[in-house]
């Protein structure tokens, strides 16, 4: 599908982007095209340089960059490691993967980390910006509608009210238990990401971690996907879970 080079720019001239790649003549051309499209680029030739850029930048700004680009293989830090390192920072952070065909074998620990768009090298022009453009807007609307409008559709008339942690049914409140509502909250905050099991477990059971198992858990998912039937509640075996819902 060809994107219209325009309705890109549309979106992502409003975005900042850090860019990490070790190769420099890749680098250099691709940091060009980056510089036409996004509001602000920095770049890293290696892990351990993008991140420590990553938290200078939300030092300094007091939010991290809407994008991140980064390459797999790089010297210091390779790309897995400084994914993980972000996404510690930023559950929700927005990042893309560029990987060449013989990097086939991280893909899948790439897509239960929580990656959703991968670019292959050598980079073809057209689905960069088809990339872009489903990454921009997928940033765009979360920018717009989580700070002004707390209410998040999860379809057939269902709604959470990430304001007041409340699941809605036709203006009516459904009721949720405490591990319930914290369960919608993490997946709501994670979206398109997996919730880990460390991660729930932490959530739920912070201070008595001999409560916390996956059959206690598994119970309470059961239950909360009869209150909430309009969404997906995604098991990954042996990662997690994650709520899947068309908003």
Known sequence: MQIDYHAVVSLTKHLTLLYAEDDPAFLEETR??????FLHVD???NGEEALTSYLDYKNRTGRP???VITDINMPKMDGI?????????????SIIVISAHNES??????VNMGIEQFLLKP???????????????KIMTEQKHLPENTRISLGEGYWWDAEKSLLLKAEEAVKLTKNETLLVTLFVKNR???STFEEIFALLWPHEPHLA????????ISRLRKKIPSVMIENTYGLGYRMIYDA
């Open 32 to 37: 060009e095209v980056f510089e036409e499209l």
């Open 43 to 45: 770049t890293a030739t």
């Open 65 to 67: 960059y809407d994008l």
């Open 81 to 93: 490691s400084l994914i993980k390192k972000i996404y510690e920072q930023e559950p929700a952070q």
């Open 105 to 110: 074998e991280y893909l899948l620990e790439l």
């Open 123 to 137: 980079n073809n022009y057209d689905t960069m910006l088809h990339v872009l453009h489903q990454s921009a807007k």
């Open 192 to 194: 398109f990401k997996i």
């Open 213 to 220: 198992s996956a059959e206690t858990l598994k119970s309470i």
